[in-house]
């Protein structure tokens, strides 16, 4: 169970003395027991990816307004966070299995128009979450339904 490896590896980094590490991991750890709280029960490995795909998206927006604020240590720290917890999404998808399952969706669901992307967005979202960046799954999505 991830929540498993999570915790295996928040002891890992405390021995080896990985204050990054430890540090990001503890964030995460946080942030899934707010979501535990907040509904009531444990979660599982889906609702935990939801949870880091949230918090990756989050690191890597404040990395890049450090950017433009010109401030690299706070960058590289938010980009260091978000490679840690990356690590823990599963195999990414690439782009031609990305755009396989957007088809097979759009054919299961079928979507003829923008109208029904919400249904195929529902239909991707748990097989694809953590492994590909949702917003560009939507967009292909969308550029694929005005097509139509």
């Known amino acids: 169970m991830l ?3 999570i915790a295996d590896d928040m002891k890992q980094a405390m021995r080896a003395g990985d204050k990054a590490r430890l540090s990001a991991i503890r964030m995460l750890r946080s942030a899934i027991k707010d979501r535990e709280i907040e509904l009531g029960h444990s ?3 889906e609702e935990v990816l939801e949870v880091l795909a949230k918090l990756i998206k989050q ?12 401030r690299a240590d706070l960058e590289q720290r938010e980009a260091a966070e978000a490679e840690v917890l ?3 999404l599963p195999t990414p998808l690439g782009a031609e299995e990305v ?3 957007i088809g097979e969706a759009i054919e299961e669901t079928g979507a003829c128009s923008l109208r029904d992307m919400g249904k195929v967005m529902a239909w991707l979202r748990p097989r694809m979450l953590g492994r590909a960046d949702m917003s560009q799954v939507s967009s292909r999505v969308k550029a694929r339904l005005e097509g139509a």
């Open 3 to 5: 929540t498993q490896r």
């Open 43 to 45: 979660l599982v490995d």
């Open 59 to 70: 690191r890597r927006e404040s990395a890049a307004q450090y950017a433009d604020a010109g």
């Open 86 to 88: 990356a690590s823990y």
């Open 99 to 101: 755009e396989r399952i």
